[in-house]
Nanobody, 123 residues
Framework: VQLQASGGGLVQAGGSLRLSCAAS????????MGWFRQAPGKEREFVSA????????SYADSVKGRVTCSRDNAKNTVYLQMYNLKPEDTAVYYC?????????????????WGQGTLVTVSS
């Protein structure tokens, strides 16, 4: 199993980034996909999740309205489009896969994790 996140980088406040996470080694279309982030010295926190077909999404209040999660099951890839980035969005962003939709904001609900991609937002 591999989840390869990419697309992070340095961006100015107000800017945009699109993160990608390419999955392999499991049946991607059978898994809920989630995004989490972890800032230095803080716990990993939920950002977004998307259902098997992409028909439903959920977002943390801190990013709602500034983030869009999508997936392409033909490409085994999940995306996180981020707009109007703020310095407090600075973190390592991780993608993860869960077998069920329940408790998708909970780290423990996820079976597989990627290595993370760093997003740095300068003020």
């Amino acid at each position: 199993v591999q989840l390869q996140a990419s697309g992070g980088g340095l961006v100015q406040a107000g800017g945009s980034l699109r993160l990608s996470c390419a999955a392999s080694g499991f049946t991607f279309s059978r898994y809920v996909m989630g995004w989490f982030r972890q800032a230095p010295g803080k716990e990993r926190e939920f950002v977004s999740a998307i259902t098997l077909t992409g028909g439903s999404t959920s977002y943390a209040d801190s990013v709602k309205g500034r983030v869009t999660c999508s997936r392409d099951n033909a490409k085994n890839t999940v995306y996180l489009q981020m707009y109007n980035l703020k310095p407090e969005d600075t973190a390592v962003y991780y993608c993860a896969a869960a077998s069920t939709w329940s408790r998708t904001a909970n780290v423990a609900a996820y079976d597989f994790w990627g290595q993370g991609t760093l997003v740095t937002v300068s003020s």
